[in-house]
């Protein structure tokens, strides 16, 4: 972007959202508004304002088991209690979308009910979404593993809001 228009950050934790302020200051970035709030929940303000939206939901971080082994120490429930909350979140940021604008969906997992599913169900219940193959998602959906891809395990998927 080139230090033009504008970028909306938003987190649950102001100690995140201090962390991107500092890294933005760092490299020259001056176009990065923070906000704290609840990404299941926001504001009707946002609706149809976003070109791009990314949306890094929070996740059970299989993918990512060996950097951090003590997630094992995580109960299943945790695991199991994320794809709801990871649909809240896909649906209300996609509102947050323009006709035409794209929705980068990612986790840090590996499990399906995290990543393939619940893009699946949230396109079945948004007829207006279509997903859009990129370089990186190829068909518009990838999971990438580390024994594979070489990388902490991730899941990526593109989508756009149709006319």
Known sequence: MQNSGSITAIDLYPHK?????????????????????DSASLPESLH???????????????GVLRRKPDIKLKSAENAL???PLQHNILQNAAKCLKIGGRLVYSTCSVLS?????????????????????TDITGDGMRTLYPHRDKTDGFFIATLERLP
């Open 81 to 83: 209690a994320m794809p």
């Open 113 to 133: 009910e995290e990543n393939e599913k619940v893009v699946t169900r949230f396109l079945a219940e948004n007829p207006g979404f279509a997903l859009v193959s």
């Open 17 to 37: 959202l201090s962390l991107i302020e500092q890294n933005a200051a760092k490299s020259g970035v001056t176009i990065i508004q923070t906000v704290c709030a």
């Open 48 to 62: 149809g304002s976003a070109d791009s939206v990314i949306c890094d939901v929070p996740c059970s971080g299989t």
